[in-house]
């Protein structure tokens, strides 16, 4: 079981949403100064409690495991992953471990910075491209949402794997410790213009659903 969902919360009601927030959520709030950010933390926990419901999985309690990944403690066969960018949330829900990744593309994006962090076979394939920019967003979507799914996030180093795209996306690890997922992993990618989407999954996603954001209260 998978379901993917996207929602752009620009027009998010905070008052509304913030009496449908569990305590924890609330909390979490005080920590942010602007409207902007506070309607992407509220609008990623509604649009998550949305797809749960609709799976049946009823008051979740959400926990941050060491590494900094949340999981839902008490139904240990849901697992999750969200993500964030300008004015879009994104959630993904699995009966196995998942990581998603959403970013709005930026045309004045330093494309050096594939250098930095790409492995030099994605960097070269960013720089050939007739899109650099597009393809710049499709790689760093597609890694991020495997070290989201890996639990480790950015302490997996992201010239420590490959994205390769032979007959669809694959993953090539230097860690010996990953090494399994190159026969595992699924990638899917979506072009949201101006989002790139990614999922990282053993299973692959053919469909995503966008939510409006009167469907979170």
């Known amino acids: 079981m998978i379901k993917v969902a ?7 009601d905070l008052e509304k949403a913030y009496d449908l927030l569990p305590e924890e959520r609330k909390e979490k709030l005080k920590g942010f100064i602007f409207d ?24 979740p309690i959400i926990k ?18 969200m ?10 829900i699995s009966d196995k471990e998942i990581g998603i990744d959403i970013e709005k593309k930026d045309p004045l994006i330093d ?21 650099s920019i597009d393809e710049f967003f ?14 480790l996030g950015f302490l997996l180093k992201t010239d420590s794997f490959e994205i390769v795209d032979d007959d669809g996306f694959k993953v090539k690890n230097q860690n010996p410790d990953l090494k399994e997922d190159e026969e595992k992993i ?12 990614a999922i990282s999954s053993e299973d ?5 659903f966008e939510y409006n954001v009167e469907d979170l209260y």
Not at 41 to 54: F, N, Q, T
Not at 85 to 90: D, H
Not at 138 to 151: D, I, N, Q, R
Not at 186 to 197: E, G, I, M
């Open 6 to 12: 996207y929602c752009n919360i620009k027009d998010l």
């Open 36 to 59: 902007s950010e506070k309607r992407l933390s509220c609008g990623s926990y509604l649009l998550l409690r949305k797809i749960l419901d609709e799976e049946n999985v009823t008051d």
């Open 186 to 197: 699924k990638f899917s990618l979506f072009d949201l213009n101006p989002y790139k989407l």
């Open 111 to 131: 494309l050096k910075i594939a250098d930095t962090f790409f492995i030099n076979s994605e960097y070269q394939t960013v720089k050939k491209s007739e899109d």
């Open 83 to 92: 993500s964030q960018s300008n004015r879009m949330v994104a959630c993904a």
């Open 138 to 151: 499709k790689y760093w979507v597609l890694k991020e949402s495997y070290m989201k799914y890996t639990g």
């Open 64 to 81: 941050i495991e060491e590494n900094g990944k949340p999981y839902i403690s008490n139904h240990d066969d849901i697992f999750f992953n």
């Open 204 to 208: 692959e996603v053919d469909e995503i």
